[in-house]
């Protein structure tokens, strides 16, 4: 008698449990996914593999053939690989199994996003300890075999030197033996193939060498050349990491966790992955806040440097929001969160500062062209030569010694370093100044704009005016005005519900935001709108008010038409940061949904000759786009959920922070300090990027121009082809590193202004 497993076959077993392995693998990587609005679900993966602009290549072509797979881009600097499935029943698991079988590992992100980068870097320096040791060592027999040495006594210390050599390739070249055999494996080659080739080849050939008594052996070229590449290896890791040096210390400043007040006052400590919107968290002294929330018990001196960029403590309390990353100075605060640590500001600051690289813009299209072609080429190249050599002398030593040379010499890294290293720096260098970028792209066309679009309201004036008259005639009306301010993020709004002061909010049917108008709902049974004057007046008693009247208005279907009148204030540096783009030759006009009255006030204050007043989001398009058809790029400036469609419909475009989620969605970059001075900063910085890119091009062209022909002639041996393939690589992040001293916000924008001033002065004429 047998039990009821009995009959089952081993295999059967095994095949079981690698299905049940591979059932749970996938359950646990789609645990990480977030789902986005429309349906697709977004991964992001780590893979401390990634190394090179041909690494960029493979991945995104053969990860872009998986069914469900809708984007993917790969971040070379933090080693991430960011992929779009176009929804929840495309299995992540097919990815990684993809990106497994070409020959990197994929693992869910880390909570510390530099972990593995740390223990490819220690793997890198100790390879490079073997390395030095033995290439100090066999090039001192080296001496001595070239010094006289013959016969039995050479071929002793060539000898002594393969016993020294072939374990140090061993376990030094493994980092470039693992990889090139991980893409071979994969069907395709990157620049670790013909490295590989190369260390082999040279140690081959003086293993040939010393068992025949040859004259000569090569293993201190091989266990030098080795010795390079990790130098420049390792020096390389060292920049990318001090070029992500902002994205990792921002990862630094997020709490992990928070104390949860739950019922009877019992606090319990929850992970930042548990938090949820609703929750009541308390924030002692001393703690970071762990995500977006508003303070509903307490008073606090709080540290909002991380935010906007100011040193100065603001003492905030109850009814104040908070966002993530502000860290509380005094007392202890109840908080009550807002949104999940995944979507908080702290994360959307994050997310932009990685994606800095991964912009598709032009000079990274001609860099993935490069690094595509690189790899076969090389390989012909190298072969060219062997055949040429041999054709020419027919000494089989020489010609492999050429193609080793021709192999090593010829490098894709500083083409695939030219762009994105100088893109991360970017980020990092505005990051430092409260300015995020979207990705790298946006540096692109930043640097092309000519011309400058401002909404008015939350942009050249601050983001919450002032109410100077709200004559209400009953509780009850405030009431309803509060209940609709209270959801709306529009800057009147804001001022309405501060003028209004706490009070409670009624029970709201129906709620919609008309874009350009107002917000509206329904209150027992009856329609309630809080707007547009003449949006308003469309469901009150009586006529709207005269053209011109500036404020914010509320009525309720049949009631008196109720207008609070506001008063804007100009940001202090608005006319400076007008003057400075003027200064560049870039021309400004503002496009507004306000009043002409107002809008005429404040152009005038600004010295702004272009305005146009009651402009609703299709009339803005419409200029953006006028503007293009002229062949101007146009900068687009707002902060309103009205004004996204505009930002997205710029050449580039910028909000502040207190903007709109939508509105911060849509603009290509956000300043958190409450000053204009960041426009004119990014623009000098952009043209100062794009300066650098090009020449990063230059530098790598310029490299193999002259590098590739010496190597072909033979003019240059395997020991030297290495050392100018490290520096070429390192002299390319040294040139980006220029950025991270790049001058304050308050340098003017003239000096580095390039191309010719007069175009950009008829260009502003022509707008």
Known sequence: MTCCGGNVAPEQVAGTSRELSRIARAEELSRRGVVQADGSVHFTLSSPSIHCGGCISIIERNLAKVPGVREVRVNLTLKRISVLLENAEVSILDVVEELESLGYQAYPLDDLPDAANKKAASELLRALAVAGFAAMNVMLLSVSAWSGADGATRDLFHLISALIAIPAVAYSGRIFFRSAWSALRGGHLNMDVPISLAVLLAVGMSLYETLNHGEEAYFDAAVSLLFFLLIGRYLDQMMRDRARNAVIGLSRLAAKGANIIGAGGKLEYHDIDEIEPGMLLRILPGERVPVDGVIVKGTSDLDLSLVTGENQPAALGVGDALQAGTYNLTGPLELQATRPASKSFLAEVSGMLAAAEQGRGHYMRIADRMAQIYAPAVHLLALAAF???????????????????????????????????????????????????????????????DHA??????????????????????????????????????????????????????PLDDVREAAGCGIEAVLEGRRVRLGNDAWVA?????????????????????????????????RDDAAAAIGELAAGGIGAEMLSGDKPKPVEAIAEELGLDKWAAE?????????????????????????????????????????????????????????????????????????????????????????????????FFGFVTPLFAAIAMSLSSIVVVTNSLRLSRFGSRKQPVREVETGNPAQHGARRQAA
């Not at 080793?404 to 370093?417: H, N, R």
């Not at 762009?419 to 946006?442: K, N, Q, T, W, Y």
């Not at 005016?465 to 529009?490: C, D, G, N």
């Open 538 to 570: 469309e469901i009150a008693k009586g006529d709207a008010l005269a053209r011109g009247a500036t404020g914010i208005s509320f009525a309720e279907d049949g009631g008196a038409l109720i207008h609070c009148e506001i008063r804007e204030r100009l």
């Open 453 to 506: 679009v401002f909404d008015k309201t939350g942009t050249l004036t601050h983001a919450v005016p002032k109410i100077v008259s709200a004559p209400f005639s009953t509780v009850r009306e405030e009431q309803m005005a509060y209940s609709l301010a209270s959801l709306s993020s529009h800057p009147a709004s804001r001022s309405l519900v501060r003028h209004l002061g706490e009070r409670a909010v009624l």
């Open 615 to 711: 402009q609703k989001p299709v009339d803005k398009i419409a200029r953006i786009n006028l503007l293009k058809e002229q062949g101007i790029h146009p900068l687009m400036i707002g902060d309103g959920l009205n004004d996204a469609p505009c930002l997205a419909a710029g050449h580039a475009s910028m909000a502040p922070a207190s903007a709109s989620d939508i509105g911060r969605a849509a603009a290509d970059f956000v300043f958190t300090r409450d000053s204009l001075d960041a426009i004119p900063f990014t623009f000098r910085l952009s043209r100062f990027a794009g300066r650098l890119v090009r020449q990063n091009f230059g530098l790598a062209i310029l490299y193999n121009c002259i590098a590739v022909p010496l190597a």
């Open 387 to 449: 055949i040429v050599w041999m054709i020419v002398h027919g000494d089989w030593h020489q010609s492999l010694y050429v193609a080793i040379s021709v192999l090593i010499i010829t490098c894709p890294c500083a083409l695939g370093l030219a762009v994105p290293v100088v893109h991360v720096v970017a980020a990092a260098r505005l990051f430092e100044e409260g300015i995020l970028v979207r990705d790298g792209s946006a540096l692109e066309r930043m640097a092309e704009i």
